[in-house]
Nanobody
Framework: VQLQASGGGSVQAGGSLTLSCAASGRTFSGYSVGWFRQAPGKEREFVAAIKPNGGSTYYANSVKGRFAVSRDNAKNMVYLQLNSLKPEDTALYYC??????????????????WGQGTQVTVSS
């Protein structure tokens, strides 16, 4: 599976962005997809994840209520809607796919395939 993240940009606090993750490979629908982010000088952290059939979603406490993850398996696409953005959301955002289970859904170890990242910058 190859992943391509896009949709990042620069916005003011309170603004919105929609990130997209395009996947290649016919087995994509069988994988959980996670979004992670990494700010300069910080470790990569979990943001959100969605199970293969889209029935279950998971969020970091810091983004719960502001971000929403969705997927369209027919199009091999996963989306991350970012609302009410804050300066602390500034980071390089990555999408990843893998056979994560509940205990690994929010960890990098749950994912095998990673995209290249898309930059989100939020100014105050």
């Amino acid at each position: 599976v190859q992943l391509q993240a896009s949709g990042g940009g620069s916005v003011q606090a309170g603004g919105s962005l929609t990130l997209s993750c395009a996947a290649s490979g016919r087995t994509f629908s069988g994988y959980s997809v996670g979004w992670f982010r990494q700010a300069p000088g910080k470790e990569r952290e979990f943001v959100a994840a969605i199970k293969p059939n889209g029935g279950s979603t998971y969020y970091a406490n810091s983004v719960k209520g502001r971000f929403a993850v969705s997927r369209d398996n027919a199009k091999n696409m996963v989306y991350l809607q970012l609302n009410s953005l804050k300066p602390e959301d500034t980071a390089l955002y990555y999408c990843a796919a893998g056979r994560a289970i509940l205990s690994t859904i929010a960890t990098t170890s749950g994912y095998t395939y990673w995209g290249q990242g898309t930059q989100v910058t939020v100014s105050s």
